[in-house]
């Protein structure tokens, strides 16, 4: 069991400060291993950096963003919080054993294209429906050219498209990964590198795709021929390319959550605005995924630039992406966010617009003080 204190922290108001009270007692009682305190970050972000997920394992999470670790090759699924109830009650849930689709990616990807924009172009082709209670199985050479960082966000966004689950095969980038932070356990500090039969121990735990597997569906999608795509208010699977976009001012920029708050991320941020400052009347916030981005974006000297360009820091955690804390959004305001999630409300009054996009729009949108390609503000 693994608890994480990740969203509206730190404690915003009595209400939660109880609330995550309550939590502490019940990790004590129970003698929970696997504590993560208010700062640490994001429970899918945390649980992977502390190898507590594992290929092959099975999690379930009362998180709706749970598919996150297919991109460790584990099966995750969200489950809402009576099922979470009765798992720790019992040890046991029925599930229905998805069917499968399979999205086949070739190809490389261009200048200022992500996998946020992998994402948003199956969710705006395939719909927010189009994998409902669906396995969502990843595969083709582009995978082995993209980073982990890459793959999380990706695997991540599945759950936007009804996803019970998704899964990339993980090879050999990612057995080394886990086994680096295995070793470096307690002290959570990796870099020691792996001991030997590590990584073949946890290549022997993974499960992959049997021979002659049946599909309910296959797609194939060439990352060359994807461009940065937007998702407007108030429906994930409204996407339109930027330029339909340029005329939509910013007064909001996020840069966060557990699709897009890694070190990559506030990497793409860093060198959009290198040089540059928000513009006037544009605001932005940056929540990192978890404690160990921010010690490493301090440590590149990305912190400190990026203030100095106007933005403002989040403790590690979910930050306003719930909408109740650090960053929400008033009555009319326009918020261009790097999310999950963009319906009405989402981020706080129900007449906000939220716009989603990757980190690189995002900045180069709080740069610009409307919606523009990352282009248009570095050439």
Known sequence: ???????????????????????????????????????????????????????????????????????????????????????????????????????????VLGEWVTTKDVALTLIGGLGADGALYRSVEFDGPAIAGLSLDSRAALVNMMAEMGAKNAYMQPDGVVFEYLAERLVARPGRRPGRGAEPGETARLERGALYPDPGAVYSADHLLDLSAVEPRVARPHHVDDTVGIGE????????????????????????????????????????????????????????????????????????????????????????????????????GRMGDRGAEIYLASPAVVAASAVAGRIVHPSEVTE
């Open 245 to 344: 976009l340029a005329t939509v001012r910013v007064d909001q920029a996020f840069i966060g959550t557990c699709t897009n708050g890694r070190i990559e991320d506030l990497g793409a941020v860093h060198r959009v605005m290198a040089g540059r400052r928000l513009a006037r009347g544009t605001r932005m916030v940056i929540v990192p995924a978890s404690s160990e981005v921010w010690t490493e974006a301090l440590a590149r000297g990305w912190v400190a630039d990026l203030a100095d360009a106007g933005a403002v820091f989040g403790t590690p955690g979910c930050g306003p992406c719930m909408g109740n804390h650090l960053g929400v959004l008033a009555p009319d305001e326009v918020c261009i966010s790097s999310a999950n999630r963009n319906f009405q």
């Open 1 to 107: 069991m693994a608890v994480t204190l990740d969203h509206a922290v730190p404690a915003p108001t009595v209400r939660h400060a109880q609330n995550h009270a309550e939590v502490r007692a019940f990790v004590a009682e129970q003698g929970v291993d696997h504590f993560f305190e208010v700062g640490r970050g994001i429970c899918h972000q945390v649980l992977s950096e502390e190898a507590v997920v594992l290929p092959g394992d099975t999690i379930l999470g009362s998180d709706s963003h749970t598919p996150h670790f297919g991109w460790l090759g584990a099966f995750g699924a969200g489950v809402g919080r009576s099922e979470m109830a009765v798992i720790w009650a019992t040890g046991e849930l029925w599930l229905r054993v998805p069917e499968s689709i399979r999205i086949r990616l070739e190809g």
